[in-house]
T-cell receptor, first 114, second 113 residues
Framework: EAGVTQFPSHSVIEKGQTVTLRCDPI?????LYWYRRVMGKEIKFLLH????????ESGMPNNRFLAERTGGTYSTLKVQPAELEDSGVYFC????????????FGSGTRLTVV | TQLLEQSPQFLSIQEGENLTVYCNSS?????LQWYRQEPGEGPVLLVT?????EVKKLKRLTFQFGDARKDSSLHITAAQPGDTGLYLC?????????????FGQGTILTVHP
């Protein structure tokens, strides 16, 4: 089966611009997660979708970040306006149900804000 | 505040040696996973442990969950160059949402031929 796909793999934008990251989960996986790793830090949770609903968005840093999952399929994470501290690798993961303890991660989007 | 302390951060050993990576926390975890990550890729799940004291083996890798479910270890026997990579522990803190994993900072393992 196809894995979790993330677009783009790399993005370099200027401070103040807008960037939209996309994640296509494994088909049939209701649960979709966003995580990110900023340089020198551990991977941190951003939010969790169950189908199209936000189950937990406690990790979203601030209101410059907006995540959507239209129709319960792919998800987008928009950063507007981007700041320097938003640089890092953004990972998306999916799982079939809550009993599936492990996730399948995508390869990530490396975001650089200059 | 680092909720899941992983050590060592770097490990450089010779082929054939044994090694152990540790993850420790003051929090209780309902489950804990170990992942391996290659450059340019996302973490890949190796194992999940859910019961205190649980031991799981995956070929030369042995994973243990502490009795109190606050710590875990990964032991590799007779390491090979193919074991080189970033190893991550991650778990669900008891009482938090099931979708939220807390990660350690990772251990970069280099196995020299």
């Amino acid at each position: 089966e196809a894995g979790v796909t993330q677009f783009p793999s790399h993005s370099v934008i200027e401070k103040g611009q807008t960037v939209t990251l996309r994640c296509d989960p494994i088909s049939g996986h209701d649960n979709l997660y966003w995580y990110r790793r900023v340089m020198g830090k551990e991977i941190k949770f951003l939010l969790h979708f169950v189908k199209e609903s936000k189950q937990d968005e406690s990790g979203m840093p601030n209101n410059r970040f907006l995540a959507e999952r239209t129709g319960g399929t792919y998800s987008t994470l928009k950063v507007q306006p981007a700041e320097l501290e938003d640089s890092g690798v953004y990972f998306c993961a999916s799982s079939q149900d809550r009993l599936n303890y492990g996730y399948t991660f995508g390869s990530g989007t490396r975001l650089t804000v200059v | 505040t680092q909720l899941l302390e992983q050590s060592p951060q770097f490990l450089s050993i010779q082929e054939g040696e044994n090694l152990t990576v540790y993850c420790n926390s003051s929090s209780v975890f309902s489950s804990l996973q170990w992942y391996r990550q290659e450059p340019g890729e996302g973490p890949v799940l190796l194992v999940t442990v859910v019961t205190g004291g649980e031991v799981k083996k995956l070929k030369r890798l042995t994973f243990q969950f502490g009795d109190a479910r606050k710590d875990s270890s990964l032991h590799i026997t007779a390491a090979q160059p193919g074991d080189t990579g970033l190893y991550l522990c991650a778990g669900r803190i008891m009482g938090t949402s099931y979708g939220k994993l807390t990660f350690g900072q990772g251990t970069i393992l280099t196995v020299h031929p």
